[in-house]
């Protein structure tokens, strides 16, 4: 059973979507795990980076 979204107003389809095989789920979630794993890691090297300027900044007094 395919998926649509209707106008709240006329009960008009405005757009249907195939379902999805678990493979292309399994694929999209995979996908989405490993982009926010990327950016877990990216914030974790930015606030590094922002801790080694600090200590910088501190160490010039």
């Not at 998926?3 to 995979?30: K, M, W």
Request: proline share 2%; aromatic share 6%.
């Amino acid at each position: 059973m395919a998926y649509r979204t209707l106008s709240p107003f006329t009960e008009q389809t405005i757009q249907e979507f195939a379902d999805h095989t678990n493979g292309e789920v399994e694929a999209a979630l995979a996908k989405a795990d490993a982009l926010s794993l990327e950016l877990v890691k990216g914030q974790h090297r930015a606030a590094a980076r922002r801790s080694r300027q600090a200590g910088v900044a501190f160490d010039r007094k």
